[in-house]
């Protein structure tokens, strides 16, 4: 710690932990890709990279070749490694998974429900379609990243995580003894308290913007498209329970961003898409989320550490290091792409937690 030369204000805080790794990031392709992938991996180690591109990335061959893409968007010298995950049809081969498990390739399959979000028509109708893979998954030790809500349209958007569980999660995992499991962007309590009820083979990941808003900043004194996510944020109290796992320190809980970048055209429309771009300020959204709770030596384990206990992975060597300004952290608001303007994620206070 030291002080400022000039000026006797607060003495400055950094913060050193190993380099942290997403869990559960959208990096699209083309032109969206080349101008995200870097941000990603200016901060993060690796990241689980979703297949819900168009057309799905759905077998090995795929996910090799965008795995190719994604690396070629990368800047020279970047160490960045693209985690990639198949998308789970009903017609997934469970040979070609198992497959793309065995060499190393793919480290997790997604599943979406049909219909549940963007992209995910090609998901799954009828689980027992899907049951030999899951099995096979089972045997062979590769994780589900699971979409937690349901598409019942009876089911009202706000319960449709809580229902999901009962109906569909809880059954899956009973029927396929061993299939380990992400509950994917958790929202409520209910996810919170279903991933701590499993002993063992469940994980959940939490974005920094559930840790954020609750559905209040999202249609209070205006819609505001760019807090619209899928799962869309909750009540206040299911955000001070994601809050309190997060910073539990708890390893069954870990970062999985969900940074899923859609163009301003695509969000501030008449059915706008659901994503919060939140790639460039995770790091500084967390430091002061974790400060806020007291808690900021349990950010490493969440960031860094739990994700890679889960995925049977060594945790990173290097190291990142935030550091606590006097002055707010300056982001730009959008970042320019080939498909257009891209809003960052705006938490709505200042940061002054940067990368150093
Ligand atoms: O908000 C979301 N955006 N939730 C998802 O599940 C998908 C993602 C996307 O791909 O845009
Ligand atoms: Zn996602």
Redesign the pocket.
Known sequence: MQQCARHVLRMTDTLTFRRPDDWHL?LRDGDMLRAVAPVTAAHFARAIV?P?LVPPVVCGEDAAAYRDRILASLPAGSSFEPLMTLYLTETTDADDVAAAAASGLVKAVKLYPAG?????ASGVRDFDKVRAVLERMAEVGLPLCV?GEVTDPDIDIFDREAVFIDRVLDPLRRATPGLRCVLE?ITTSNGIDYVKSAADGLGGTITAHHLIINRNHLLVGGIRPHY????VAKREEHRLALRAAAVSGDARFFLGT?S?P?ADAAKETGCG????FTAPNTMSCLAHVFEEESALEKLEAFASLNGPLFYGLPANDDTITLQKDNEPVVYPAKIETGEGPLTVFDPGFDLYWRVA
Do not use: E, Q, R
Request: net charge negative.
């Open positions: 959208h979703m819900n549940a979000t963007t992209n995910s979409h962007h619209y996510c899928l799962p969900d899923a859609h898409c659901a994503g919060c």
